[in-house]
């Protein structure tokens, strides 16, 4: 089955960029989204299809997706960005979804 | 506005079964495929099972298959994961989400808690 690898962590201080990614095998042919799931909360899409953002979302919130790696990039973090975040694929040898471990983002 | 609301979770014995339930609002809930997603404590995410509309076509994670189902009652707006032979492997958050996975998941439940334990 298809595999999403993410990094476990990423630390920032506030105002900085932080860049959280999303690898798999050829990635970059699939429609990649993006989570936030803040402590006690449900998940909340961030980014869809790779880059588009829900209404709401701010345009700090961007995403990319080539070759073998998605790209999930929050400008001018703040505070409340800290939160995990899941990228999601669907995986169409099985047609199941797969989401990726997941990414601690700290800011520090 | 567009609601979910998980219930049914609880304190289960291993071997035990529940029946977990989602109250569906605020949506066509007839023209969408639902999920179930659950979430172990402290880990990520993982995808349980899906239906699609009229209840005719339901999928499960292979590692759940015979142990857990899926189904719908649309004229009662409400989604279904019976859950049998538990273990505390089983114990997560368990939240229902509107889709199939095939596209994002764009609402999602508060999520009902499951704990398997003797």
């Known amino acids: 089955s298809y595999v999403l690898i993410q990094s476990p962590s990423v630390s920032v201080a506030p105002g900085q960029t932080a860049r959280i990614t999303c690898g798999g095998n050829n990635i970059g042919s699939k429609s990649v ?5 803040k402590a006690g909360q449900a998940p909340v899409v961030v980014v869809y299809h790779d ?18 790696t998605a790209t999930l990039t929050i400008s001018r973090v703040e505070a ?27 800011v520090l | 506005e567009v609601q979910l609301v998980e219930s049914g979770g609880g304190l289960v014995q291993p ?11 605020g949506f066509t809930f007839s023209s969408h495929w639902m999920s179930w997603v659950r979430q172990a404590p402290g880990k990520g995410l993982e995808w349980v099972a899906n ?21 719908r009652d649309n004229p009662k707006n409400s989604l279904h994961l019976q859950m049998n032979s538990l ?26 808690l499951v704990i398997v334990s003797s």
Request: proline share 4%; with cysteine; net charge negative.
């Open chain 1, 33 to 37: 989204h993006w989570y936030q799931q």
């Open chain 2, 15 to 25: 071997g035990g079964s529940l029946r977990l339930s989602c109250a569906a609002s």
């Open chain 2, 87 to 112: 273990t505390p492997d089983d114990t997560a958050m368990y939240y229902c989400a509107r889709g199939s996975g095939s596209s994002w998941y764009g609402y999602w439940g508060q999520g009902t």
């Open chain 1, 80 to 106: 409340g960005d800290e939160a995990d975040y899941y990228c999601q694929v669907w995986d169409s040898n099985t047609d199941h979804p797969v989401f990726g471990g997941g990414t601690k983002l700290t």
């Open chain 2, 51 to 71: 239906i699609n509309q009229d209840g005719s076509e339901v999928d499960c994670v292979d590692s759940l298959k015979g142990r857990f189902t899926i189904s």
């Open chain 1, 51 to 68: 880059s588009d953002r829900p209404s709401g979302i701010p345009e700090r919130f961007s995403g990319s997706n080539s070759g073998d």
